[in-house]
């Protein structure tokens, strides 16, 4: 019989397996014992017979163990929280560095066995979800997406990020409706606050269905907190915007608006990102870093 | 608003008192043994209650100004004032958990743009063992250079950069140090070394926030004028113009206007 390997981050498996151990109930075990040995080593009072001291001396003996062997316990579970918390660290820096497949491996690594802490499985959750949109895997990114919005409380800042990356990959999917379905919670949630990322769904949201116009006004409107809050990833709102002036017939300042984009991040990687500035990419001149490397 | 000495002082007097405690549990476990005449086991079990308690307070404490940080990030200084002050008045006696709040408060000191104060915290917080190494340690002397750079203090800068070295930094780590090592090397007019691997440096720089990243940027520009290197200046002027307010660099780094001598472009 042949046996079938399981898919790379494959989200239903990694998703169950991730799940944390068992709770720590050898401490209450540990601390009911020493209780126990407390009263029981009470045996005698101060003045015990040769049987009650021998008791008592053994009742401290056993407490002195079981606080011994308590604190290894701990001392080991905290080498082994701090290894994975070091790994999660590992993870976001290939991320950063756009080391993609690195970052994969280790995640399946991670993922495919019961995490130590609730909270670096949500983090690693987090950075799946960036990984399987890299991979262009966009159904499984919402399924995860999907699965830490039901079931983990995010602060606000935490769930707005999180609900911008589930509306990108809505877009990518063309799931439209549900994609302004997610925009209008976005919009509650930022509390009339102007966002960059929520500016960047819209944009992208206005390219996808042909309002040229309306991408340009928004970026025209927002684009002090664009450049604030998305620094390089501001690339992503230029190169969006040359699409628009260029469906727009605008090819001057699609031009510049291109050339903006590939100063913050390479052509190549914007068209990865975003398979709409194709042909933009083919019309107009990106800008490039001097010495030529391109990624 | 605090006072950064008496934050340091109140910091000093607890970590004084938790390794008094530390030592008294410690010596009372060792006399239990050769005490005679007292119930050993309730002895025993007092010091271990004792143990939790002091335990718990750490956590309690440590949970004190968890999200100062994140309130930080978002502006809310006011919340995370309140916060990392109830922290510091409070007594923890673990001696990571108190200096971490001592770091947080420096942080804060650091985004107010209160240059002396921050060094005044960071120099506290770096005086302690259990902060020389390890996270806290390195972002405590990052935070430490940069405020000093700020208050002009450029030798005392130097020191603090040059601890680093010796270090194994994270990403995020090595990005912030790239980005105050030249904001050091242009006060020194170290603009041929600053151009010693720019495309790395380049590079590196677009994993900041905005802010700090075309400040980097434009001052590697500037790096790039001194020495020649046109096209690596106008690459860079134009991802500084991008990603930062021009007036606002020019007013923060007075040198920086020497990229933009006339008018102010305006960057949609």
């Known amino acids: 019989m042949e046996s079938e390997s399981p898919e790379f981050l494959g989200v239903e498996r990694l998703l169950e397996k991730s799940k944390p151990g068992g709770s720590a109930g050898w401490v209450w075990y540990g601390a009911g014992g020493l209780v126990l040995l407390g009263l029981l080593g009470g045996i005698g009072g101060t003045k015990p017979t040769q049987e009650e001291l021998v008791v008592q001396v053994a009742s401290a003996g056993m ?24 790994r999660l660290g590992e993870v976001d820096e290939f991320i950063q560095l756009r080391r993609w497949v690195e970052a994969g491996l280790a995640l ?42 039901k079931h983990v409380q995010f602060d606000r800042a935490g769930e707005f990020t999180l609900k911008v990356g ?130 | 608003m605090m006072q950064a000495g008496d934050a340091i002082w109140r910091t000093r007097r607890d970590l004084t008192a938790g390794t008094v405690i530390r030592y008294a549990l410690v010596v009372g476990a060792g006399a239990v043994v050769l005490l005679t005449g007292v119930r050993i086991e309730l002895v025993l079990l007092a010091l271990i209650v ?9 956590v309690v404490g440590a ?25 510091v008045r409070s007594f923890i006696p673990s001696r990571v958990a108190k200096l971490t709040n001592l770091h947080h408060l420096a942080a804060l000191r650091h985004a107010q743009k209160r240059w002396s104060e921050c060094a005044e915290l ?12 390890g996270g806290m340690g390195r972002g405590t002397r990052l935070m430490l250079a940069d405020a000093l750079l700020e208050a002009g203090d450029v030798e005392g800068a130097y020191g603090a950069i040059m601890g680093l070295y010796q270090q194994k930094l994270s990403l995020t780590e090595a990005t912030e140090l790239l980005a105050v090592q030249l904001d050091y090397e242009s006060r020194v007019s170290g603009w041929e070394r600053m151009m010693e691997g720019v495309e790395r440096k380049a590079r590196m720089l677009e994993l900041m926030p905005a802010g700090r990243s075309g400040r980097a940027q434009a001052l590697l ?30 007013e923060r780094r007075k040198v920086l206007s020497e990229l933009w001598p006339g008018e102010v472009k305006e960057v949609a």
């Open chain 1, 63 to 86: 407490m002195m163990l079981i606080v011994i062997g308590m604190g290894t316990a701990i001392w080991v579970k905290l080498q082994r929280f701090r290894e994975e918390q070091r």
């Open chain 1, 108 to 149: 399946e690594v991670m993922l495919s066995r019961p995490m130590r802490s609730p909270t670096h499985r949500v983090q690693g959750l987090v950075y799946l979800a960036s990984v399987l949109g890299r991979y262009q895997r966009f159904t499984d990114a919402l399924a995860v997406q999907e699965y830490l919005l």
């Open chain 2, 122 to 133: 960071c120099l506290a917080v770096l005086r302690f063992k259990p902060a020389k190494a």
């Open chain 2, 50 to 58: 004792a143990w939790v308690g002091l335990a718990y307070r750490t």
């Open chain 1, 166 to 295: 589930r509306a990108m990959a809505m877009l990518r999917e063309d799931h439209l409706v549900d994609a302004d379905r997610a925009m209008s919670e976005l919009r509650k949630l930022s509390g009339g606050q102007a966002s960059g990322g929520l500016a960047l769904v819209e944009i992208y949201r206005d390219i996808k269905t042909g309002h040229a116009a309306e991408a340009i006004e928004i970026f025209n409107k927002r684009s002090v907190v664009i450049r604030e809050q998305l620094g390089h990833r501001a690339g992503d709102v230029h190169a969006l915007v040359a699409r628009a002036q260029d469906m727009a017939g605008d090819e001057a300042a699609a031009q510049k608006a291109w050339g903006d984009a590939t100063v913050l991040t390479p052509a190549r990687e914007l068209v990865r990102r975003y398979p709409e500035v194709a042909g933009v990419a083919e019309k107009y001149v990106a800008a490039v870093m001097p010495g030529g490397m391109s990624e």
């Open chain 2, 63 to 87: 949970r004190m100004s968890a999200e100062s940080p994140a309130l930080i990030a978002a502006g809310q200084y006011d919340e995370a004032e309140k916060r990392i002050e109830q922290a």
């Open chain 2, 221 to 250: 520009a500037l790096a790039a004028k001194k020495t020649g290197r046109l096209d690596w200046m106008e690459f860079l002027l134009r991802r500084a113009e991008l990603l930062s307010d021009v007036q606002e660099l020019k």
